[in-house]
């Protein structure tokens, strides 16, 4: 890779060809690890990369030369069922047609999915595991152009591959929101009951820590802050009955999608510690977060050039992150809140008796009143106060374990 240095940029994988295939394809398998940490031959987020290869696999059955084979995409079935023989989360890296770019070259296609085989619309750590696969192709420098999470003629992730086989993955725009959580009896309970921490094990009011609260660059996470290292990585577990803990994490609303504990190592350098437990994932806890981190560098509310998250210790896995250069590009507009808050004023000074009338017909059939929506509303601006565009940078080293090339079956 020292030969092949320069900025990735990525896209989500458009849907398969629906030309006529052969039952059979040729793929090559990569087991890697994703924030391993520098001087250690364990840890880091694991990831399977699966790249299309052409018929044959990768050199021909007589000489020793390239396959000059066309690549033809995988079916979004036969990329389901490769994800579903994983334990962790897999990227697939699939030619695209060159009629879709204005660049006609390097075209590759990067789509994640989860070890239950749900498709998502990003995934940090495989993004940047994929961009080491796509590199070992290139021959120059080029801005490589794959199809990834944003919609049409948006701007881009990047990733860089740097000569140690770090990858930094640039997130030009993100939305970026904090919403308090409203259910703190219920959050108390999922900590009790599922991760074995008491109400003195956890802070929700610290100075500049974000603690209950949903923060989220991509998909919310709920942060709750610990009270030191120790309670986070021995007096904490992870959840042992998914089921039970999706159930109860989802009570507490948000949109979230996982809980992450956090405690402060080391201020002075800026150092976290870490868990995270996911829900619908498939496995109970993660080595690495780079959405929750990055969120998380959001919800503190201050200038940073990076922060240093350690993730992974309690299950085995130690894994190092950074994120860095987070940058609050624009806020919610002042003048659109104030609008907004008019507007609700006039729709409550200006309701007639007629519509008063309906409204408390409402209220008796649904168990809902109208000046409680009228306050959500409100609420609801308030707390748009802490919504951003934002751009930040993740930073890991990468480790290849294994690769292999192999023939499956083709669904289509």
């Not at 992450?260 to 994932?281: C, K, M, N, W």
Request: charge should be negative.
């Amino acid at each position: 890779l020292a030969q092949r240095r320069g900025p990735l940029l990525m896209t989500r994988a458009l849907s398969s060809s629906t030309t006529t295939t052969p039952s059979k394809r040729w793929v090559e398998k990569i087991t890697a690890r994703v924030f391993c940490p520098e001087e250690s031959d364990i840890g880091g987020n694991p990831v399977t990369i699966f790249a299309a290869l052409p018929e044959g696999g990768s050199r021909n059955d007589d000489d020793d030369d390239d396959n000059d084979s066309p690549i033809l995409p995988l079916s979004s079935k036969t990329q389901q069922t490769l994800a579903q023989t994983c334990q962790w989360e897999s990227v697939m890296v699939s030619p695209q047609s060159s009629s879709n770019h204005n660049d006609n070259s390097d075209n590759v296609g990067l789509s994640f999915f989860m070890p239950t085989g749900q498709e998502v619309s990003f995934c940090a750590h495989a993004a940047m595991a994929g961009a080491i696969r796509v590199a070992q192709d290139l021959e120059q420098t080029t801005p490589l152009h794959c199809h990834m999470m944003q919609e049409e003629n948006a701007t881009m992730p990047t990733a860089t591959i740097h000569e140690d086989d770090c990858v930094t993955l640039s997130i030009p725009r993100a939305s970026f929101t904090k919403r308090p959580v409203e259910h703190t009896a219920l959050l108390y309970r999922v900590l009790r009951s599922h991760c074995g921490l008491s109400a003195s094990d956890v802070v929700v009011h610290v100075d500049e820590k974000p603690s209950f609260c949903h923060a989220s660059v991509a998909r919310p996470k709920t942060l709750v802050y610990v009270k030191d290292r120790s309670t986070l990585l021995e007096t904490c577990r992870a959840p042992t009955d998914a089921a039970a803990f999706t159930r109860a994490l989802k009570s507490l609303g948000g949109g979230t999608t996982g809980l992450y504990l956090y405690t402060v190592h080391d201020e002075l350098d800026g150092t976290y510690v870490a868990r995270q437990f996911p829900i619908a994932s498939g496995y109970p806890e993660d080595a690495a977060t780079g959405i929750a981190a990055a969120a998380l560098v959001g919800a503190l509310e201050k200038e940073l050039p990076f922060i240093k998250v350690q993730q992974g210790q309690a299950m085995g896995q130690p894994s190092v992150l950074l994120v860095e250069n987070f940058q609050v590009l624009k806020t919610a507009s002042a003048d659109e809140l104030i609008a907004e808050a008019k507007a609700i004023h006039e729709r409550v000074s200006n309701s007639v008796p007629q519509e008063r009338k309906q409204e408390k017909t409402a209220k008796e059939e649904e168990g809902t009143d109208p000046n409680d929506r009228v306050k959500g509303f409100r609420n609801d601006i308030t707390s748009r106060i802490n919504d951003a565009i934002v751009s930040y940078q993740l930073l890991g080293k990468i480790e290849i374990d294994d690769r292999e090339e192999m023939e499956i079956d083709h669904e289509e």
